[in-house]
């Protein structure tokens, strides 16, 4: 061992005279690089870093260097054999501590680390003082870039936010979306309703679009539907299937068809927004009325005048016998109308628009006026208004429901302006009807079941759900006879439903009341 | 008597145009509010305004927090040291922002208390801020659904010299990347000038 303190004894000589280039520095050595040179006194600090973790690994292999010599680091890899008889020799691989080495180290260290890391974020600040103008400037204008006009002006909002939605509430319109099946509270009816279609027809290529109105079944018995381009006319009478036009476009398609009540006539609204009439005997097209500037999604008669509604906002009066056919412009809407219905006396037009507006007209007095104030705008309605209908007995009672947003049914007396009665349906109302032999109506709905629902009116109480299709059932119109409800749905499939059948024994006592009706008036007068 | 009463009428004082915009921003945060079903639709009550239907929140606390914040911008517009108000939609849980609609205000500076009132009708104003109004209710068409719960914010740019009163603190611009911008229609007072803007994320 005596060789080992000899060594020592020279190295330590040895130090003394040469300048200390490795090793920590004395306390008043840092403070004065610091001092003086920032980036100096981070070398050497990086220096003794260096160092301090070279010495404190030395000292970890003693052990594993016997195994593994490979890895210790330094003098120690040159005599690997020797390493294990003498410990020792390890102590002296860090060739710039003497015997005192061991304990100054760890204090040392924690130190070093410790004013290292001090050091590194104090010369961040001065990297962040010391930026050159030109980078100032650049940074700037990278800012400006990524935040917009934000040099301009300054962005401030309120500290206290807006309390959260209670706890457990999700998005109304997500609910909508999925929504389960309710058990249905039908009311039992005396009358048998049939819950299965009478009859399923093939729509291949029926647009699903809300806005339009393809289906229509005339006072004759022709039932028209629009399957994308093309219009085809079934008889009801003998299941007899013609193809009454084809737009010339392939992307051109018909938006609309409707009935003269006559039932000879067929109004025919395209995408290339113009309104044709067509004599669906001799098929063949009488005249082409212009004047819209976007698609024509709804039309409706009233006698000899047509009025559409486009996806410009706009409604015209078209008088089909002259040759000046426009006659009058309804502008109170400012978005697709996608509901037209003339009352069954003929006074009043309602207009139904994405807008949701609900607007309802004046006839005019046999003059088609052309304005852009309504007699009433219900804006009620939450989501675009389709679905409308007029009571048959009541003349001024109009049933109109909204869209998805909305789900409800409403009920309007157009004399007063009021709204009577409405109802949440809890689905996407498409379109309503009422029966002519009850007092009842029918809505056909979207999601989430599809389904026609029958309602007694006024109570509004369910009569009856029909469910099969398995898309939203966009259209329905009423056979002449007013038994029988067709469907037309997104599923590409209409379905006829028997569901306001006339028991003939019923059919008859309304019959012999009114045969009896003078019989007694008579007996009063006599008496 | 009529004449005068229609000249008044037909008039637009600084302080009339700042309580247009400021109900317009309230009845405006409300349709938002609803119609992107930030909150329960039951909590909303209907009031008729603008000739239209609108909902407005019933909730005390909400409504607490709209009017404080549109007192605030009130006193904005009328100093028009006011330029934009976001309304930020963002995700509950990630922060993210999911729609932004914004409302350009620019203000004719040269007006002051005492200058000369504009000339136009309320009527004509109230129908601008009417089809404004439509529009965002007409825009839950186009706007993707919003899946996750969310929150809203409300964001006000105004003049780098405005001294912020100790409840607002400044807030980062929450601009969404990947999004779609669809402008709204504007109105104006003739001495404010509002534009709305919806941008929303883009469902990648």
């Known amino acids: 061992m005596a060789h080992f303190n000899f060594e020592n004894e020279v190295s330590k000589l040895i130090r003394m005279d040469a300048p200390i280039t490795k090793g920590p520095q004395m306390r008043w050595q840092r403070k004065l690089g610091e001092s003086i040179n920032s980036s100096r006194n981070e070398s050497i600090c990086n220096n003794s870093v260096l160092q301090s973790s070279q010495c404190c690994k030395t000292p970890k292999s003693k052990g594993l260097s016997t195994r593994t010599p490979g890895k210790t680091p330094g003098s120690s890899t040159k005599t690997p054999g020797k390493t294990k008889q003498t410990p020792g020799k390890g102590s002296k691989t860090p060739t710039t501590m003497g015997d005192r080495f061991i304990p100054n180290r760890s204090t040392t260290q924690f130190e070093l680390g410790h004013y290292h890391v001090t050091s590194q974020s104090n010369v961040n600040d001065s990297d962040e003082e010391m930026m050159s103008p030109s980078k100032k400037e650049f940074q700037t204008a990278m800012s400006e870039n990524l935040n917009g006009d934000l040099m301009s002006s300054k962005i401030i909002s309120y500290k206290n936010k807006a309390p959260s939605a209670p706890e457990g509430y999700q998005n109304s319109l997500k609910v909508l979306y999925s929504q389960g099946h309710n058990p249905t509270s039908c009311k039992k009816s005396i009358r048998h309703i049939p819950q299965v279609p009478e009859r399923i027809l093939d729509a291949p290529q029926i647009l699903d679009d809300y806005y339009l109105n393809l289906l229509d079944w005339s006072v004759n018995g022709h039932m028209a539907v629009c399957l994308g381009g093309q219009v085809y006319v079934w008889n009801s009478a003998n299941g007899e299937i013609q193809q009454l036009m084809e737009m010339e476009g392939p992307e051109d398609y018909v938006s609309s068809v409707s009935w003269i009540s006559e039932g000879n006539y067929l109004a025919i609204g395209t995408s290339t927004s113009d309104v044709q009439v067509w004599d669906v005997e001799h098929n063949k097209m009488l005249r082409n009325m212009r004047g819209h500037a976007a698609r024509v999604g709804s039309l409706c008669w009233n006698n000899y005048i047509l009025s559409s509604g486009s996806r410009s906002g706009n409604i015209h009066h078209h008088d089909v016998r002259v040759a000046n056919h426009q006659v009058g412009a309804l502008s109170g809407h400012t978005q697709e109308v996608c509901g037209l219905r003339w009352s069954p006396d003929g006074r009043f037009l309602a207009s139904g628009g994405n807008d949701n507006l609900l607007n309802i007209w004046p006839s005019g007095g046999g003059q088609y006026l052309t304005t852009d104030t309504p007699i009433y705008t219900f804006t009620q309605h939450q989501a675009a208004v389709k679905a409308l209908a007029w009571c048959p007995w009541h003349p001024s009672l109009l049933a109109s429901g909204g869209g998805t947003a909305d789900r409800h049914i409403r009920f309007w007396n157009c004399n007063t302006g009021v709204c009577v009665n409405s109802i949440d349906t809890k689905s996407q109302v498409c379109s309503i009807l009422w029966s002519k032999h009850y007092k009842e109506l029918v809505s056909s709905h979207g999601f989430a079941q599809n389904q026609l629902i029958l309602w007694k009116y006024p109570s509004m109480t369910k009569v009856a759900e029909l469910t099969g299709h398995t898309a939203r059932v966009l259209h329905m119109a009423m056979s002449p006879d007013g038994s029988t409800v067709v469907s037309a749905a997104a599923d590409e499939t209409l379905r006829l439903w028997k569901c306001f059948a006339v028991d003939p024994a019923k059919k008859k006592t309304p019959a012999s009341m009114l045969s009896a009706a003078p019989k007694t008036m008579m007996r009063s007068g006599i008496r | ?204």
């Open chain 2, 1 to 204: 008597m009529a004449g005068v009463k229609q000249a008044s009428r037909n008039a637009i004082t600084l302080k009339g145009s700042t309580d247009i915009v400021a109900e317009f921003f309230t009845y405006g945060i409300n349709s938002i509010l609803y119609q992107r079903g930030l909150y329960p639709p039951e909590s909303f009550t209907r009031v008729q305004k603008y000739n239209l239907t609108l909902l407005v929140t019933a909730d005390d606390e909400l409504n607490n927090y709209l009017n404080s914040v549109v007192n605030q911008v009130r006193e904005w517009l009328y100093n028009m040291t006011v330029q934009k108000l976001v309304i930020v939609i963002k995700c509950a849980d990630t922060n993210e922002v999911l729609e932004r609609w914004q409302f350009n205000v620019e203000c004719d500076k040269t007006v002051t208390e005492d200058s000369a009132p504009g000339e136009k009708s309320e009527d004509d104003i109230k129908k601008e801020i009417s089809a404004v109004i439509r529009q965002i209710t007409a825009s839950v068409t186009f706007l993707p659904l919003l899946e996750s719960a969310c929150v809203f914010d409300i964001l006000v740019y105004t003049d780098k010299d405005l001294e912020v009163p100790s409840e607002w603190g400044e807030s980062a611009p929450g601009i969404i990347s990947n999004s779609e911008e669809v402008r709204l229609r504007s109105f104006t007072t003739t001495i404010h000038k509002v534009e709305g803007m919806v941008a929303y994320k883009l469902s990648a």
